[in-house]
């Protein structure tokens, strides 16, 4: 049986039977919050790592600060499921109960924890008396403001996560679910743990930030053999094509296969190099082309003998 230590002060000084009654009676309620991801109270409760924040300092000043020693008691008699009706807008935090309204501040430090949308995740509800009951997870609105005091309105309409009696190790119920995707930013969880084998229900508020989507990677294939050598291919072919004044279009046989032979209408006459760089690997073309080279050296030697004999004979007219 659990009992505070309190209590267990009173009964060792000889306190009357009659308390035994009022402390089976606490025992028999169901205690617990929120540690991963961790709520606004065990965060700023007295076991909290988080109770030197300014949040958490703020949240427990003044007459509302009393609540730190039960940080885990923020709960509802005989809501029944009616939560909106019950817990009033702005108050959702403390589940409408004075002496938690520290945990109603609108601010943007309080302690939180980092999540990934559309990822999974695994929840840790700490639970100091253990109970059944099913617990209900919602997700605030992307138009949520966290410098406004939360409001029915500002969580989704339906929980993203929902467990009933989930296991229990530990001393916290563990269960899992997947985040909704396209969320950013600072957020809240807010969980309702509602007691099946008593009138309780609990409520709390996990403050956590969505972090931004990775950029999209840009792949880049690399380029194969083959299509450097067909590129190499086709830039010789057209610096032939250039320097003999033709186009430099290549064939379609060049782009297909650029180890094929060229035919004998795309070598160009041109430079001795050029010539070879064409019929080279077809020695079956050479004899052709050098008889055609011949025949145009010797008629472009014809015809400067012709011009030379025409000047000559032009003189002597004169």
């Known amino acids: 049986m659990f009992v505070r230590p309190r209590l267990a002060h009173l009964f ?117 008396i253990p109970h059944e009951g099913s617990f209900r997870m919602y997700v605030t609105k992307d138009s949520y403001n966290p410098k406004r005091a939360l409001r029915w309105a500002d969580l989704e309409s339906k929980p993203f996560l929902t467990a009933k009696d989930p296991s229990f190790s530990s001393g916290a119920y563990t269960f899992k679910g997947t985040l909704p995707s396209g969320k950013v930013g600072r957020h809240i969880l807010y969980t309702v743990w509602q007691n099946s084998s008593t009138s309780d229900t609990y409520y709390s508020c996990s403050d956590v930030v969505f972090s931004k989507p990775a950029s999209a990677r840009v792949t880049v294939k690399p380029t194969t053999a083959a299509t450097k050598a067909a590129k190499s291919a086709k830039s010789a072919k057209a610096k032939t094509a250039v320097g003999s004044g033709k186009s430099s279009k290549p064939s379609a046989t060049t782009e297909a296969d650029p180890t094929s032979a060229p035919s004998a209408t795309a070598v160009t006459l041109g430079a001795a190099e050029n010539l070879s760089t064409e019929v080279a690997g ?14 145009v050296l010797a008629g472009t030697g014809g015809a400067v003998v012709v011009a030379r004999r025409g000047r000559g004979r032009g003189g002597r007219r004169h």
């Open 12 to 128: 060792a000084a000889g306190v009357a039977a009659p308390l035994l009654t009022v402390a089976v009676a606490g025992a028999a309620a169901a205690h617990g919050a929120p540690v991963d991801p961790v709520s606004r109270a065990a965060a700023c409760g007295s076991d909290g790592r988080f109770t030197q924040t300014a949040a958490c300092r703020a949240a427990r000043a003044g007459d509302e600060g009393a609540w730190f020693e039960q940080w885990d008691n923020v709960r509802v008699a005989n809501v029944n499921g009616r939560d909106r009706e019950t817990i009033p807008d702005g108050h959702l935090c403390s589940g409408g109960i004075d002496n938690f309204g520290g945990l109603d501040l609108a601010r943007s430090d309080w302690p939180s924890t980092s999540v990934r949308a559309g990822k999974a995740i695994t929840v840790s509800y700490r639970a100091t």
């Open 282 to 295: 077809n020695s079956l073309l050479l004899p052709t082309l050098a008889g055609a080279g011949l025949l």
